[in-house]
């Protein structure tokens, strides 16, 4: 498609291409005094669950998946 087409298209069916982004109510809590050890802790709990996830998905379509334990320093 030319982009003369592409322009009477857009304007024929009135596509708006304007991208607004909804605005997620739990980072208004951004500030919510937390000490940074706790959401350390929180990341690290939610990367391994995703990790565990992925696993389980990569598993479940004939992957071999070695995941190494982690070492902490």
Do not use: H, Q
């Amino acid at each position: 498609m030319s982009g003369t087409a592409a322009r009477r298209a857009i304007a024929r069916d009135k596509v708006n291409l304007d991208i607004t982004w909804m605005k997620d109510p739990a980072l208004d809590d951004a500030d919510s005094g937390l000490p940074p050890e706790v959401i350390a802790e929180e990341i690290v709990r939610d990367l391994r669950s995703a990790l565990n996830e992925f696993t389980a998905i990569a598993r479940s379509l004939g992957g071999e998946v070695d995941v190494p334990e982690v070492e902490v320093e």
